[in-house]
């Protein structure tokens, strides 16, 4: 198709082709010389060789970084993905105030991080905050992101990340279930199989290449996770070492301590850390993701 | 009792329940959201009370004068306002140019640049956010909008893919009869196709709105001067100095999520027609 006027593909095409080119390749290019040299960005970069791997490598910060957002993406995104599909089966029932639970499912999914971490500062207050103050009436309290045990702060963040995430993965979820042919529900019907049974032998496997869509997303998000932490538990300043994740980290080397080596060796790290990820979930898709 | 009636009722039942569950949930979705607007509104230290408190008259409107003008947030809107409406000016249309490019037309170029961008979908992109730092501090223009406003001018990836696939499902006839009937592609690109694609433009719209407004990592690396914050850095300045005024904190945190529900309700209708209509890709 139009073969004779391809050359108006280049018009088209330039503007995206420079943008990818500078904002995309040249950052990634340069990042990979960086992370050998000895940078502060006022003097010129010095090679240093492996150096700022073998610092980054056997310092405790670095993997208390990935443990914590380990935690955090295992217990947010699971959680998140099961509570998505109850309540996109919930939505699911052809109910006629469909419109509105949407729009409401939703709403979390938009606001402004910071925003939303101003107000669970205060919600999770452990003193007067309302979240200790309901759970008082069961003889519970928490620190939530003033404890001193890591996985408490870490889940405390995962909660806030279920609440703003889970509306939209809700409706990406019902859009699946919403493509499965009602004629597989009632040929099932027909053989006399049970809500149950249909649940885990019919709906679960045709929804398996969405979950495996979102859990692919989810750990991108998760691994590079920064607003929530660095606005909870920073607020302008540092970040303790122990409540730390690799994309907090990572700013922090390379903007306010200079150390522009180590930020762009940590970058790598992650990259290859998440790459791992990627390629083992994308192997084993054929074990378990069906598609029609 | 025959099957009809029971078939009923099951579907009653289930009905019931799915509503209550849907319900209890959102509860929880919107409380937080009360609970902001609620101690938006005590007076001053009151936010230090126990048992908290819900709603409880009198209301201190003030709060928010105070978050204007002492916290400087009717500055920080102003600017917020302006680099959000570039970017959702910019970013569509970049996108949808490029896109238009990759779905029109057929050659070696065409197919590279198609294969980069889904490969790039998958791949995290990796890197540091110093060589571009250092780019624009030798062109001299760190603290200006700059830096962060023109990655929107030529489009991003996702949203590059977005609206080929929309441009896609498009039939090419339109393109061919405009052609004959003498059009450029410009003008067949800016009005005839850009228009069929109005639903994939509002999922752009509305991402790019968030996107932007949300912004904390740009001005956090490029912005210095205080006059130029957005709400994002402003209000996380303010969190770190204003512990003792919680009153105005969420006054404030108010005032930045509003625009995000108000524009979110305009556009929620394209919005899911247009996430079905993108093959829903989160």
């Known amino acids: 198709m139009s073969k004779k006027h391809a050359r108006w593909s280049w018009l088209f095409l330039t503007p995206f082709i420079i943008g990818m080119l500078v904002f995309t390749f040249y950052p990634m290019i340069f990042s990979v010389y960086y992370a050998f040299c000895d940078y502060n960005i006022f003097n010129p970069p010095k090679w240093v060789g492996l150096a700022n791997f073998a610092r980054l490598l056997p310092d405790p910060a670095t993997w208390k970084a990935y443990r914590n957002s380990f935690a955090f993406a295992l217990t947010y995104i699971p959680v998140q993905i099961f509570l998505a599909m109850i309540f996109a089966s919930a939505l699911n029932q052809k109910l006629k105030t469909i419109g509105f639970w949407r729009v409401i499912y939703y709403l979390p999914s938009l606001t402004p991080w910071v925003a939303v971490c101003t107000v669970f500062t205060v919600l999770y207050n452990p003193a007067y905050g309302p979240i200790n103050y309901f759970l008082s009436f069961f003889g519970l309290r928490s620190e939530f992101i003033d404890s001193t045990n890591w996985f408490v702060v870490v889940t405390s963040l995962s909660a806030i990340s279920i609440w703003k995430g889970v509306g939209s993965q809700t409706i990406y979820m019902l859009a699946a279930m919403q493509n499965i042919s009602s004629d597989v529900l009632e040929a099932a019907d027909i053989d006399g199989a049970g809500p149950i049974a249909k649940f885990f032998k019919i709906k679960m496997p045709l929804l398996t290449p969405m979950i495996f869509l979102l859990l692919l997303l989810s750990i991108k998000g998760a691994v590079g996770v920064f607003d929530s932490f660095y606005t909870m538990l920073g607020g302008g300043t540092g970040v303790n070492e122990n409540l730390t994740v690799p994309g907090v980290l990572q700013y922090e080397y390379e903007f306010v301590f200079r150390k522009v080596g180590l930020g762009a060796a940590m970058s790598w790290l992650t990259f290859a850390i998440v790459g791992i990820i990627t390629i083992i979930q994308t192997k084993s898709e054929e074990k378990w993701v069906h598609y029609e | ?282």
């Open chain 2, 1 to 282: 009792m025959n099957r009809r009636t029971k078939n009923l009722i099951k579907e009653l039942i289930k009905k019931t329940i799915s509503t209550l569950l849907l319900a209890a949930g959102c509860i929880l979705m919107i409380l937080p959201f009360m609970w902001a607007i609620s101690s938006s509104l005590v007076g001053r230290g009151q936010s230090f009370t126990y048992p908290p408190q819900f709603f409880a008259a009198p209301y201190y409107w003030s709060n928010y004068a105070t978050a204007m003008n002492e916290l400087n947030f009717a500055v920080y809107i102003k600017n917020s306002f302006i680099l959000t409406g570039i970017a959702c000016i910019a970013e569509p249309l970049a996108s949808a140019f490029a896109a238009f490019g990759l779905s029109r037309y057929d050659n070696k170029m065409v197919r590279i640049v198609t294969g980069v961008v889904l490969a790039l979908m998958v791949i995290p992109v990796a890197g540091s956010r110093v060589p571009s730092y250092v780019m624009w501090k030798n062109m001299g223009l760190l603290d200006t909008y700059i830096p962060i406003l023109a990655p929107y001018f030529l489009g991003t990836v996702f949203y590059v893919y977005l609206m080929r696939q929309n441009f896609k499902s498009l039939p090419g006839d339109f393109y061919e009869a405009a052609l004959i009937d003498g059009c450029n592609p410009v003008y067949i690109f800016l009005r005839i196709y850009l228009p069929l694609a109005k639903a994939t433009l509002a999922v752009v719209v509305l991402g790019t709105f968030s996107h932007e407004w949300n912004d904390m990592m740009g001005p956090l690396i490029y912005i210095t001067s205080k006059s130029k914050y957005n709400l994002a850095i402003g209000l996380l300045y303010a969190k770190g100095n204003y512990t003792h005024r919680q009153e105005v904190l969420m006054a404030s945190s108010v005032i930045m999520m509003a625009p995000s529900i108000i524009i979110y309700a305009f556009l929620q209708k394209y919005f899911v027609q247009g996430l079905a209509s993108a093959g829903v890709k989160g």
